[in-house]
């Protein structure tokens, strides 16, 4: 058996950078703070692993596409199982909590996702 953590977090001392073209301050297009963790467990009966991502409200603008995101926070689920030497099949269920949200302005919002894959190797 296995365990593995990992944590990290970003900060940005800034929220706007001066544009020498429009001569005013734009977005730069992500949040002050944000943060994740994970705990992956590798176990005979199969690879476990929880992750969690915060992001905090941030101005976005980008051409035409501008607007408020976030903030959101996502708990993602992973199942990995060797099936054989050659195969394996894995389920991934994401944003379980189904925090809908936008990641970018103009793209779809997201919600829950579960996803099952069989890999094979040869």
């Not at 005979?44 to 941030?58: A, E, I, L, W, Y």
């Not at 199942?79 to 050659?86: E, S």
């Not at 990641?103 to 996803?115: H, N, S, T, Y």
């Given at each position: 058996?296995n365990?593995f953590l990992?944590?990290?977090?970003s900060f940005?001392?800034s929220?706007?950078s001066?544009?020498?073209?429009?001569?005013?301050?734009?977005?730069?297009?992500?949040?002050?703070?944000?943060?994740n963790g994970?705990?992956?467990w590798?176990?005979k009966n199969g690879?476990?692993m929880?992750?969690?991502?915060h992001?905090?409200?941030f101005?976005w603008?980008?051409?035409?596409?501008a607007?408020?995101i976030?903030?959101y926070?996502?708990?993602?689920?992973?199942?990995?199982?060797?099936?054989?030497?050659?195969?394996e099949m894995?389920?991934?269920?994401m944003?379980?909590t189904?925090?809908f949200h936008?990641?970018l302005?103009?793209g779809?919002?997201?919600?829950?996702?579960?996803?099952?894959r069989?890999t094979?190797?040869?």
């Amino acid at each position: 058996y296995n365990l593995f953590l990992s944590a990290n977090c970003s900060f940005y001392g800034s929220s706007a950078s001066f544009n020498e073209l429009t001569r005013n301050n734009d977005p730069i297009n992500a949040p002050k703070f944000k943060w994740n963790g994970s705990a992956k467990w590798d176990t005979k009966n199969g690879n476990f692993m929880f992750t969690f991502r915060h992001v905090d409200r941030f101005e976005w603008k980008d051409g035409i596409w501008a607007g408020m995101i976030g903030p959101y926070n996502l708990l993602d689920l992973h199942y990995n199982y060797k099936i054989f030497d050659f195969l394996e099949m894995s389920i991934s269920a994401m944003n379980i909590t189904n925090d809908f949200h936008r990641e970018l302005i103009g793209g779809a919002k997201m919600g829950r996702q579960i996803v099952f894959r069989l890999t094979s190797t040869f």
